[in-house]
């Protein structure tokens, strides 16, 4: 096995990496860890080998772990988080038939369970009190379509207080008495009364290119952290910055130090290629992959890679030699389908056959059931991105005819029907085809670990990426928030 190099991190990325130390021993089906309020207890999501849903709860420093609540009436449970007093946990359960969530109380260890009602899938906060917790709800009856609220609902059973007419994620300061809350893409504040009300409107102290995915107050309630699905940011006195923790962690709880718990579950990985050409074609290390790089695409030449990346925060398309140098922007911001604030996801990349083109797949990323895709052109070398025609997500990196004028593009009948076409790059015509004449994947065998698809095929050689870690675990990020 020959080593090719290795890629050197930008000081961006190494000068801010934060260290990541592993909470659970077990390393797949954990997600979600909550810190008791004395710091001895840690409550977390867990899946079992025969996908048995649980909350767990265990002492922080190991030990055994109890099940605090499975699957009732085909909810899953999940999102636990404890009450200010440490006696109760709250936390959703989702159910897969109608896809919505509904938010309960349990007493900790063994209490009954008390149903608060349906809400949307935001994680609730706790009043200082104990006799509240700041949920979202529907604002109308489709789960996962209508747009979420915030709401105010009082443990004893009485009426909830509509607090605003639009929310999705939130987070309540420890006195309770400042909210922050993400409505699609924006991130608001707002101060609270005694009794928890809005006290002045709410102002808006951050705006991303998509949804913001989670919130969360540091303990001193001075600094608001957010995440975007792959990265994560603070706004601190006005000022926001880029946090880059060193891997992909999905932030559930800072702690008073300003550590965070959260899941790494994005997998260190390598570039690996095979020589098509030799006889026996053995796999060798090309360099390896920063957690924060995906969709990788070797161009023809085999000397330069495209990939999109959040180096920088919010999604984009990148070129840089193989080993990683002179890397540059191709692509500064990945258009949405409907509005910013959407999910939209990049679904794939690939180059020209004469390497003067990157062409990139998007899709809505809004869950199973949405078929559309879109497919992109921009030149490699840099410039106009521009749309080549709207599609349907059958393939990930979008496919090149052999002479690079045209790309093979699906979209869907009634009844979910493949129709498949030639989108020409010049002018965004489609010309039906057969099935039959859609290139067909690399056939060669790829070695046991190569558990992603093949990168591309360029130059004689098969790319493909391997991960060195692959599984999900508990983490804490120690010192999240300390100066830069």
């Known amino acids: 096995m020959k080593v090719l190099g290795f890629l050197s991190l930008v000081c961006g990325l190494l000068c801010t990496a934060q260290t990541i130390t592993p909470l659970s021993d077990r390393l797949n089906g954990l997600s979600s860890p909550a810190l008791s309020p004395d710091g001895a207890m840690l409550a977390y999501d867990a899946v079992s080998s025969d996908y048995s849903i649980w909350i767990d709860v265990r002492p922080l420093s190991g030990g055994t772990a109890v099940h605090f609540a499975g699957r009732?009436?085909?909810?899953?449970?999940?999102?636990?988080?404890?009450?200010?007093?440490?006696?109760?946990?709250a936390f959703?359960?989702?159910?897969?038939?109608?896809?919505?969530?509904?938010?309960?109380?349990?007493?900790?260890?063994?209490?009954?369970?008390?149903?608060?009602?349906?809400?949307?899938?935001?994680?609730?906060?706790?009043?200082?009190?104990?006799?509240?917790?700041?949920?979202?709800?529907?604002?109308?009856?489709?789960?996962?379509?209508?747009?979420?609220?915030?709401?105010?609902?009082?443990?004893?059973?009485?009426?909830?207080?509509r607090l605003a007419k639009d929310g999705d994620e939130l987070a309540l300061t420890t006195d309770g008495k400042r909210l922050a809350y993400a409505?699609?893409?924006?991130?608001?504040?707002?101060?609270?009364?005694?009794?928890?009300?809005?006290?002045?409107?709410?102002?808006?102290?951050?705006?991303?290119?998509?949804a913001i995915s989670s919130l969360h107050w540091s303990a001193d309630q001075r600094t608001l952290v957010y995440q975007v699905w792959d990265y994560t940011k603070a706004v601190a006195a006005g000022?926001?910055?880029?946090?880059?923790?060193?891997?992909?962690?999905?932030?559930?709880?800072?702690?008073?130090d300003g550590s965070a718990l959260g899941t790494e579950d994005r997998p260190a990985s390598s570039?690996?290629?095979?020589?098509?050409?030799?006889?026996?074609?053995?796999?060798?290390?090309?360099?390896?992959?920063?957690?924060?790089?995906?969709?990788?695409?070797?161009?023809?030449?085999?000397?330069w890679l495209a990939f999109s990346t959040t180096r920088n925060g919010p999604t984009q398309i990148w070129v840089s030699r193989l080993d990683g140098s002179d890397a540059r922007v191709v692509i500064a911001g990945i258009p949405p389908f409907d509005h910013y604030g959407d999910r939209t996801l990049v679904d794939g990349l690939s180059w020209s056959?004469?390497?003067?083109?990157?062409?990139?797949?998007?899709?809505?990323?809004?869950?199973?059931?949405?078929?559309?895709?879109?497919?992109?052109?921009?030149?490699?070398a840099g410039g106009r991105l521009r749309k080549l025609t709207d599609c349907g997500s059958?393939?990930?990196?979008?496919?090149?005819?052999?002479?690079?004028?045209a790309l093979h593009v699906v979209r869907y009948s009634e009844g979910l029907r493949d129709n498949y076409f030639l989108a020409d790059i010049a002018t965004g015509a489609l010309s039906p085809i057969a099935g039959d004449r859609v290139p067909k994947p690399p056939s060669f065998p790829l070695p046991a670990d190569a558990q992603l698809s093949?990168?591309?095929?360029?130059?004689?050689?098969?790319?493909?990426?391997?991960?060195?870690?692959?599984?999900?675990?508990?983490v804490k990020v120690e010192s999240l928030l300390s100066p830069k």
């Not at 897969?96 to 899938?121: R, S």
């Not at 000022?239 to 702690?255: D, E, F, M, P, Y």
């Not at 290629?273 to 006889?279: F, S, V």
Request: net charge positive; hydrophobic share 35%; with cysteine.
């Open 72 to 89: 009732q009436d085909d909810g899953g449970p999940l999102s636990p988080r404890w009450s200010p007093d440490g006696r109760r946990i």
């Open 92 to 161: 959703l359960r989702f159910y897969c038939h109608n896809c919505d969530h509904k938010l309960f109380v349990k007493d900790f260890p063994n209490g009954p369970e008390k149903l608060l009602g349906a809400v949307c899938g935001g994680t609730p906060s706790w009043t200082p009190d104990g006799r509240f917790l700041l949920a979202t709800e529907l604002a109308g009856e489709n789960a996962g379509w209508d747009p979420c609220r915030l709401v105010l609902i009082p443990l004893d059973g009485g009426p909830r207080v």
């Open 183 to 210: 409505a699609g893409n924006v991130v608001k504040s707002v101060e609270l009364d005694a009794r928890y009300r809005f006290a002045n409107r709410p102002t808006e102290i951050a705006r991303a290119p998509h």
């Open 239 to 256: 000022a926001v910055r880029v946090i880059q923790t060193g891997a992909r962690i999905r932030i559930s709880q800072i702690l008073a």
């Open 271 to 303: 570039l690996w290629r095979i020589d098509l050409k030799a006889a026996r074609g053995e796999p060798e290390t090309v360099r390896s992959i920063p957690w924060t790089d995906h969709y990788l695409s070797v161009a023809p030449d085999g000397r």
């Open 353 to 380: 056959p004469d390497g003067k083109w990157i062409a990139m797949a998007t899709q809505p990323g809004i869950g199973h059931g949405d078929s559309r895709g879109r497919i992109f052109l921009v030149p490699s």
């Open 394 to 405: 059958a393939f990930s990196a979008p496919l090149w005819t052999a002479d690079g004028k």
């Open 454 to 474: 093949p990168v591309s095929q360029s130059g004689g050689f098969l790319y493909y990426e391997a991960p060195l870690t692959w599984e999900p675990r508990l």
